[in-house]
T-cell receptor
Framework: AQKVTQAQTEISVVEKEDVTLDCVYE???????LFWYKQPPSGELVFLIR??????QNEISGRYSWNFQKSTSSFNFTITASQVVDSAVYFC??????????????FGTGTKLQVIP | DTGVSQDPRHKITKRGQNVTFRCDPI?????LYWYRQTLGQGPEFLTY????????KSRLLSDRFSAERPKGSFSTLEIQRTEQGDSAMYLC???????????????FGEGSWLTVV
């Protein structure tokens, strides 16, 4: 069974600080996909990134960066120079490759980020 | 707006009443998913459609829940004889066909909040 753990329930930072959201996952599959979603107060889950298990390259997109380490089963998310608009709940998620031919996504419990102006 | 749309966004109902939610996926997406999210938790998988066929149902989907996707386009999720424990946000998502090692991204709607009083 797959599992995603986000140990940080809530984080508060002052605007312009850097912040890292931790994600640890468990899966028995050798091929799987990792995701980060942002959920603002409106409720919509906004897709941020997808990572395939066979691609361990880290990725940077503007102020966002992701560190994928298979050796520690972690997929951490860093926001550089945080802004108030970054305040949201962030979910890490995992999907195995061949769960009945579709992607069944397992989510962590989320990390609520509050950026204080 | 070409994203996943859900209706209604909010529903308050009395215990024992039936409710129905509608989801319109992204037009070229043939895969459609329903998830449920309770306060402080990540979304949990309920069911999955490929075109009009319902191919997977979670054990979370009790007999009071029924989902349909009659023409392979929009989908409905009906809850009969609602209970207070059904209060949650019901999220719909859609994706393109799974592409093996490439995987695919699941895009979520804004969700339908249900409150059973």
């Amino acid at each position: 069974a797959q599992k995603v753990t986000q140990a940080q329930t809530e984080i508060s930072v002052v605007e312009k600080e850097d912040v890292t959201l931790d994600c640890v996952y468990e899966t028995r599959d050798t091929t799987y996909y990792l995701f980060w979603y942002k959920q603002p107060p409106s409720g919509e889950l906004v897709f941020l990134i997808r990572r395939n298990s066979f691609d361990e390259q880290n990725e940077i997109s503007g102020r966002y960066s992701w560190n994928f380490q298979k050796s520690t089963s972690s997929f951490n998310f860093t926001i550089t120079a945080s802004q108030v608009v970054d305040s949201a709940v962030y979910f890490c998620a995992l999907s195995e490759a061949y769960s009945g031919g579709y992607q069944k996504v397992t989510f962590g419990t989320g990390t609520k980020l509050q950026v204080i102006p | 707006d070409t994203g996943v749309s859900q209706d209604p966004r909010h529903k308050i109902t009395k215990r024992g009443q039936n409710v129905t939610f509608r989801c319109d996926p992204i037009s070229e997406h043939n895969r459609l998913y329903w998830y449920r999210q309770t306060l402080g938790q990540g979304p949990e998988f309920l069911t999955y459609f490929q075109n009009e066929a319902q191919l997977e149902k979670s054990r979370l989907l009790s007999d009071r829940f029924s989902a349909e996707r009659p023409k392979g386009s929009f989908s409905t999720l009906e809850i009969q004889r609602t209970e207070q424990g059904d209060s949650a946000m019901y999220l719909c998502a859609s994706s393109l066909p799974f592409l093996g090692r490439s995987g695919n991204t699941i895009y979520f709607g804004e969700g339908s909040w249900l409150t059973v009083v």
